[in-house]
């Protein structure tokens, strides 16, 4: 009888050791995932001073973290709570199981675990987490052979990056960060306990929900590591007692959407994985400024809608006019889908400071800087003269500012086309200078039509403006540009004849340290002497033209207006020694603002503002542009005037009074 018992005993064991192999050898691929660990990881974003401005990421809200990185106080008060023995066994421990069996037997269900962290990993990365004794019987074998694969310090990184540790963040690192603000090596010990405490119950010990329950989970990890003799007491009594600050910030942190967008849609053509892979990218942007100018573009918005709420209270402001008919419209009509976009580059560089592509990203995500094409209006001007200026003309050039009327025919009918000045006056003759300081639309359509279409065609395209059409119209910005291209275009007067490419992204890293750098993109455009006479017409704008709003105290500033038909669109297009601001604003609708917003009421506060709240935290900045000593200049008619060898004086003088076509003298 004992003969067959033994028969059948060693027979049983066989066939459990057989079934055994077979099971193994059915499940071993289940631990490739684990020994090629390659998990989701976040994509972080960083401002130019290395500030964290988002973190992106597909499900998982991972920050990775290597071994050697992790504190030794972090090891030591997970194993304390977790696996005290992890040290000693190879993947299971039969001891914990053998308590367990007996705790579960008498409760005739299932109330207690063994599980080693080596098979915690298994069941996170690999199985699933069904209380069943077939995943624990898998669970032990694929724990077993782990660990004649992997080394304990590797089991414990890829553990303490895998694990789920509530509120959305994976691995430990991330949990730090997302709790507390700090760094692994930054924790105390009441930290470190409360997050290697979270892993059993993660939503239950939450501590932006349950920081009581928390707070208790993380003392018996304290008291565990006390009993074991891994602390001492006056560690012990200061951690008990410790109540850490905890914070519950939103996963992405993200302090720039449109910026983060911005950069997503450059980088994801190339990279895949971009919200996945763990990359670092190193943004261009000044979060400083990005704050600065998300107020200035807010503030330009709010006084728009207070002048219109002013004057809404005369009802005869609240009309337009349809068919020669006054017709009255809607509460709101005048500012409804109204918003603008500002951007901000270093001259030198190209690389972009601060970009806002609307009042309210959480109301609109569409990027009014990059996707929205708008008509620069007079903005376009400078671009003209300076084509005029490189042809001969100089600043103190006469222009002809008087009325002409244009036949043309559009469709097989016969149009005419009489432009007008803002305000309907003209002055008769005047120079370059106070044309386009003033911005006189007359004077320069007839500089236009004097210099020729073509040429100032060319002109504009060596600026990089394209899809222009090939008439007049040009000359009072019939085309469409965003602002962003706008930006760099005048990038070109900003750096003194050398235009560059605004660019957002410096390097982006890898999650195995490689790094690809960013380098400017540059374009020869004009001289620096043909410039400068630019130059010094733009800061006539700010000082006495049509920009004066744009000024600052205590810097100088250079640039342009733009306002286009009937008001749709209000640009400045201006910059500093060392930053170059182009800001627009108008309606989503393409209809017109009230006939108070242009250029100089609208955009150009807005650019002051910018400039004198980024001076208040860099004083340092350049405050006047350097001379050009290759331009010379001279006195004409008792004013200063610069030329070039390209741009004489003229031989000439302007006379001091000139007829209009009315027959009135205009005094000059």
Known sequence: MKKYIFTFLLALCIGVVGWLLVLYNDIRGDLDEVVNYNPPMTTQFFDKEGRLIANIFNKEHRLYVKYEDIPARVVEALVAIEDTNFFEHHGINPDAISRAMIKNVKAMGYVEGASTLTQQLIKSVSLTREKKLMRKIKEALLAIKLENVLTKEQILERYLNQVYF?????????????????????????????????????????????????????????????????????????????????????????????????????????????????????????????????????????????????????????????????????????????????????????????????????????????????????????????????????????????????????????????????????????????????????????????????????????????????????????FSISPIDMSKAYSAFSNDGIQVTPYLINSVTNVKGETVSFEPETKYVDSPEQIYLMKTILKDVVLKGTGRRASVKGLELAGKTGTTNSNVDAWFCGFSPTIQTVVWYGKDDNTAMRRSEGGGSTAAPAFSYFYRKYLEIHPELDRKFEINTNVKSSFVNGQKEYYTEISPLPKVQMPTTSESSDGKIIEF
């Open 166 to 478: 509530g509120h959305s963040y994976y691995g430990i690192r991330t949990a730090a960060q997302g709790y507390f603000r700090k760094d692994l090596f930054e924790l105390n010990l009441k930290e470190i306990a409360i997050l290697v405490g979270l892993p059993k119950a993660p939503s239950f010990y939450d501590p932006t929900r349950n920081l009581k329950f928390a707070l208790t989970r993380a003392n018996q990890v304290i008291n565990r590591m006390h009993t074991l003799g891994w602390i001492n007491e006056d560690e012990y009594n200061d951690a008990i007692n410790d109540i850490p600050t905890v914070y519950n910030d939103t996963l992405t942190k993200n302090k720039a959407p449109y910026i983060v967008d911005f950069a997503i849609k450059i980088l994801g053509k190339d990279i895949e994985d971009i919200k996945s892979g763990g990359y670092k990218i190193n943004l261009t942007i000044d979060l400083d400024a990005q704050e600065i100018a998300r107020n200035a573009l807010k503030y330009g918005y709010d006084a728009i809608v207070d002048r219109d709420k002013k004057l809404q209270a005369n009802p005869i402001n609240n009309v337009i006019k349809k068919a020669d008919e006054e017709v009255p419209v809607e509460e709101g009509y005048f500012v409804n889908t109204l918003n603008g976009a500002l951007v901000s580059i270093e001259n030198s560089t190209g690389k972009i400071l601060a970009l806002v592509g609307g009042v309210n990203y959480e109301e609109s995500s569409f990027n009014r800087a990059i996707q929205s094409k708008r008509q620069p209006g007079s903005a376009v001007k400078p671009f003209l003269y300076q084509t005029a200026l490189d042809l001969g003309y100089s600043p103190a050039s006469q222009l002809i500012d008087i009325g002409r009327t244009y036949e043309y025919e559009s469709e097989g009918e016969e149009k005419v086309w009489q432009p007008k000045n803002y305000g309907g006056k003209f002055k008769g003759i005047i120079t370059l200078r106070e044309s386009l300081i003033k911005s006189r639309n007359l004077a320069t359509i007839n500089l236009v039509t004097d210099v020729g279409i073509n040429e100032m065609y060319k002109g504009l395209e060596n600026f990089g403006i394209e899809d222009m059409p090939r008439d007049l119209s040009i000359t009072l910005g019939s």
